[in-house]
């Protein structure tokens, strides 16, 4: 008899040493895990996000959970699947409007929040003028929920690379790449400072006219107001084209699109030639365009020295001295093509040096 009430007495001190020390964790909810804290949107689109209480060990909780928006103009929210003895409750949240918001989510006296972001199916923000000519500046402005990563910011109007002039978080200013009817597309866009979305059409397009055709297809072409001051400088703008390819071999009937143009511009009077930098800017990796600078009936290189052109940089620069008050061209000319895009616009910068 002694032995068998010893042999009680060891079990039950062995029971007692593996009692399950985190017992008292076990109790009412201490969490709200949610299937998603975070959620992107279009307007009309819904997303559902599943809740589950939990205790202090991540037990699962029976108990209702509920979903309500902070702000309805943004996203709304719906309770699904609400009923006692649940063990996992859901709701679905639909964007409205762009814009930012929170959905809380309450139960078991506990709150979570899911951040609910609704953004547009094409970028909403300002771009001006809506209509312009090649080479003006255009702005683009942001929203209270559209940025810009000024370091990865892009556009191209209708498929083709524009020009980034600048960018701030703020806005981006860009330069047209060629006359169309275009679609502006931006990469490089962040939601509410911070976020990446990649790239998004406007909602608005924009007109582009190419301001100097057809009258720059020959001497002495548009006219740039050559600079008076020193380091001061004007600028010119267009575009070339060769819509079947320089190196396919246009046909008679086809035409090889408009391949050069010129640009006419008088040095300022005085008594001594001076220093002059013509530079010519593209920007199209795939073709090449030469710069020249010419008299002023476009016949043969200037008269005097440094008269450079036909590189393969970008840019094209020219580093001449020419006589005071007389009329010079620039021809601009696109020297190989070979079925790339097209057409391509281009910048000349006369820039007068000491």
């Known amino acids: 008899m002694k032995r068998f009430v010893t042999t009680l007495a060891a079990v039950a001190l062995l029971t007692a040493c593996f009692d399950d020390p985190t017992s008292d964790l076990r109790g009412g909810p201490s969490q709200i895990r949610l299937s ?50 649940l063990t996992e409750t859901s709701g679905e949240i639909t964007g409205v409007a762009a814009g930012a918001t929170y959905v809380r989510v309450t139960g078991g006296g506990l709150t979570d929040s899911i951040f609910v972001v609704v953004v547009p ?7 001006r003028p809506a209509t312009a000519t090649v080479g003006q500046a255009i702005t683009v402005s942001g929203t ?46 962040t939601v509410l400072g911070n976020i990446y979305i990649g790239s998004m059409d406007a909602a608005t397009t924009i007109t582009v006219t190419e301001a100097n055709e057809p009258a720059n297809d020959g001497p002495p072409g548009a ?60 920007n199209n990796d795939h073709i090449d365009i030469d710069g020249f600078v010419l008299n002023a009936s476009g016949g043969g290189y200037c008269a005097l020295d440094g ?38 616009a281009y910048r000349v910068k006369i820039t007068r040096r000491s």
């Open 223 to 282: 006219t740039i107001t050559a600079p008076s001051a020193v380091n001061a400088s004007s600028e010119g703008y267009g575009v070339l084209d060769a819509p079947c390819g320089w190196a396919a071999g246009c046909g008679a009937d086809q035409g090889v699109g408009d391949l050069d143009d010129f640009f006419s511009f008088t040095t300022p009077a005085g008594t001594d030639s001076m220093n002059f930098e013509v530079e010519v800017y593209w």
């Open 121 to 127: 199916t094409a970028f909403n923000g300002t771009i």
């Open 144 to 189: 209270s929920l559209f940025g810009f990563n000024p370091d990865s910011v892009t556009v191209t109007v209708d498929g083709l690379p524009a020009v980034v002039v600048s960018a701030t978080t703020s806005q981006v200013v860009f330069a047209p790449p060629t006359a169309s009817g275009g679609v502006v597309n931006i990469n490089g866009l």
């Open 307 to 344: 008269c450079a052109g036909a590189s393969a940089s970008d840019p094209e620069v020219m580093e001449v001295r020419l006589a005071p008050g007389t009329t010079y061209t620039v021809l601009v000319e696109l020297w190989d093509n070979a079925g790339e895009l097209m057409p391509t």
């Open 36 to 85: 998603r804290s975070l959620a992107f949107l279009n307007p009309g689109t819904s997303v559902v996000v599943e809740a589950t209480l939990l205790d202090q060990q991540g037990n699962v909780l029976p108990g209702v959970v509920s979903f309500s928006t902070a702000d309805a103009s943004v996203a709304t929210a719906a309770d699904v699947d609400t009923l006692e003895g």
